[in-house]
């Protein structure tokens, strides 16, 4: 009965809502744009407060075991510590005073001699650790620097696991703050060689500073985790003259103690704690600065920064600070934007009280200045201290940075603090020690906005999302109507011929710009083997050879393409907008705090970029405006002047140096930073392509 | 099922045998003719105690079920509950776990006054071997040959059994180790088998976990008495937290029971309902379940010792030591046939009267004959429900096997 005819196709929903997100893509992107910014502004409201997720780590749940006794010794420790330096001793005697301290202990000590490795950028290097036999050939023999390492084992652990305690000390240049921190972790180490609970063994590390707190610790866990077999000093003497047998010689005396050369092992890490002691001058409490990123925007488990921010609070009533862009806080915009979500989260718990979303003002703003600070360091990917070392090993780590109040330093009562500090960490390794696997059970990828609130990854993927969104869907848009717009032209043979090939030129574009950004990244290995001192003549000479670069580029492969009408720039437009898209997705996998930004830069100036001359052509008010957008747009999403309008926002501009660009380019490649590579590969091109696109002629 | 206790007897070579075996056997078909095993259960009397107490958690920070089965161990053995008659599971060694600030010792109280992992603590089924599979194979008794009897739960058709379990629970499940768990349904599952091979008279489960109740939803089998700590949708809570171990140490639920026994001993009559009403919903912070509805028995005629504590029939006798001789050459047969529970039974009940048989032989006939006459009128006055009825049975066939053993000899 079915009558024969075939019925309209019609296309599928998601197809069709396609259609309809493409043909109102100005809509769309407007409405994503603003509520992907709006989204980020909210993040500090949508902040959780942290909790302990592992079962098994129950910190607190034990009363801390510190006794003065373990504190007298402690202050005696720093009491030898200060006089070996007014009496300017050497500093191998000072490491052997402390060597002596950790055998009397019980415990099993060693030395580690290492030399720091130049900060040369090695385009290989990136994602990888340095193998250690090709650190040997760049090292500077004249300077070394020796850690020591004592080492509590478990009395009844199986010797797999380790936590580890890190103090930082420069023994040629220390004062009273750093030999407290030696103190501090002399306290607890001293009262964990006793106790009969520990499950794991307990590594201390009085890493020397010398050379840098982070490099003495990067040495020792590369000579930890890489053993070399058979003769372990062979690679050491071949380069540098073999010096290994030093302290053998030295401290025969001691033979009897259990101080030696070779180099001593645990087990796995479960945890590492960095301890450091600095003057802050707090007037009123004694506080506890966290610093928990490591290299490209990775964090150690938030429930290691969960305990120790729990225990800091309730048990020893510290302080907690973590890091805050203090330039933020008194911004006048971020106050009033402060007052307008705070009024309306009164007027909305006004409505229905069970909405509880508004936070008082003072909280956003502090929230803010904090979630920035987690923000900018994640998307620097430089480590904000020697934590960052051990999550290159995926062990989770975190500096505890404190600083004694004002009063009890200038009186002296090191006593109180000391106690107050080592049952803190007393308090952070038995807690860790009840942990029985990895951490695992909580997040690892969450922004801070204070001590005890965080945002996770589910909630500020949003934003990211929003702002991504309208890239694909413009890219379409022009596609779209770059083809409608030839095919009401003419239909022959040739046009679907130029059509394509309109499409094929924009893409080899897109890809050639890509590989100039490739060639720019490798362009500073060149540079520092040509020796040129300043960073300002390293930045000149780096653009200047990205320009010639640039050129050759243009002359030898040739930007020609054959001459399709005006809808050439749009079909480049939209290569651009999909090859920003693919790149910034790309690098959220990487690091999401840098691809947040890039999108923050990149987005709006891609979707609103439009030739400058067709603009003038037109010449109305809205062109006009479009126009001067667009040359605004151009000029933040540039790097070197991003980054000079950002340090100018943060610092002031009259502090502004042109080598400052380099300098921070270098401190990225320094530390393997992937933001490097994001800005030459995929910023800079992009940004290139758009002001391709701008100055498009034909 | 009746041709055991004909193998058994076939054993005693005395005249009245055919009588009490005809008897016996009566009694033992019309049992199994009903299908109704709850009326055979009725029949027999409460002749032994057993206790399954089970820690089905592990790691450190589950500390406090450990100690809650030791504890209840201790008070088991305490009342009257010998070692061989206990199956103690533990999934976790935390007396030797090196996190334990007191290597070898298990606390319940932050106190530490009573180590409960002293010397006489006998693991049955330890670490990995508290597996889902391994609780349901001690329940049913299907074991494989090689597990020694010091592992099985060999009770029989008088066995009162304590069955408690402790761990992390949910809506009808139960988790053993980290990996497994147990349905309310298995467990329902379980007890029914072992109410149809005669098992138990009497069960009482015992559960302290978050939602204990629901893990006795799917339960059938008449005889079963459950008792949990809390409802469905209800946490159970620990007690304290020992600051110096730095755990938990004991959950609110079983520190209240404890509390209850140790006001205790073993000639005490606390009834059952005494124990339930000393739950106290807002000390335990939850809400604790009985559930009775398959239970035959009044809870304020039933003692708690006839779970927690063991039956202890002593009989009086004139000559110890030939009567420890007769019982000791008994036993020995009883070990050799391995755990059939209707016959143990039977052998149990055999045995008594053999005893008597041979005390009446010898010289003193009717001093014997007033001691059962006292023991008889004890047992009257201990069982007035339906046991009496069964003793009236027994004591009506007494006469009858003097008289035939007098023919005989």
Redesign the interface.
Known sequence: MAAPETPKLKPRPIVRLGILLISHNLVVSVICCISGIVALLLLPILAKNTYISE??L?PG???PMLSTQDVADANKLVKDLMDLKSESTSSDKMQRVVAEYISDLGAEVGYQKFYPQSDQFNPLHFFSLPDPGTLQEKVNCSSFAINVIGIAR?????GKEAIVLVTPYNFEDADLLDALSVGLTYSVFSLLTQ?????KDIIWLVADSRCGEYSSVAAWLRDYQTPVFGSSSAADSSTCDSSNTFYGLKDSSVIERKITDNFRRAGTMAAALVIKVIDKSEPFEDTLSLYAEASNGQMPNLDLINIVNYLAVHRQGLHVKVQKLTSLINAKWLTVLAQIFEYVGVIARRLNPQWKFGIPAAEYVDGTATLASSLYNQALGVPTGPHGAFRDYQVDAVTLEFSPKVYSMSKGRHKEFLVQGGRLIEGVI?SV??L?EKFHQSFFLYLLTSPGRFVSVGVYMIPFALLVTPLPIMAASLYTKTNNLDSDAETNDLSIYQKSFTWLNAAKKVLLVHLWGAIVSLLPYAICHLGVSTPAMNLAVWSMLSVLCYLLFCLILGVRSAKSGKAQWAVLKSATLSAVFIGLCLMSVVNFATAEFGALLLVPMCLVIYPLKSDLHAGGLMNFSRMACNLALVLIGFPPAAFILLKGALDGFHSIYVGDFWIWVESLWAWNSATYLYITMIHLPCWLLCLHVLLHTR | MTTAPLKLFSAFNSMAIPLLVLSLCLSNLCGSASASVSSSSETTMHTNNWAVLVCTSR???NYRHMANTLSLYRTVKRLGIPDERIILMLADDMA????????AQVFNNENHRLNLYGDNVEVDYRGYEVTVENFLRVLTGRHETAVPRSKRLLSDEGSHILLYMTGHGGDEFLKFQDSEELQSHDLADAVKQMKEKGRFKELLIMVDTCQAATLFSQLHSPGVLAIGSSLKGENSYSHH?D??????VVDRFTFYTLAFFERLNMYDNASLSSLFSSYNPSLLLSTAYYRTDLYPRQMEQVPVTNFFGSVMETIHTDHPYRYSKRKGSSKGKIEMSLDQAVQDEKRRILSNLGDQNIDSDTKCPMGSMIHMWNSILDEIEKFEDRDTLVYYGLVMMLPLLAVSSWLSS
């Open positions: 079962n098994a129950m749940s034990a009363n478990a009395p009844r652990g199986d106790v009969t609970w520990l499950a038995r020690n009840n029985l | 790691f450190w920070f030797c776990n090196a996190r334990n600030k007191y290597p937290l600051s110096d171990v730095g755990v938990s």
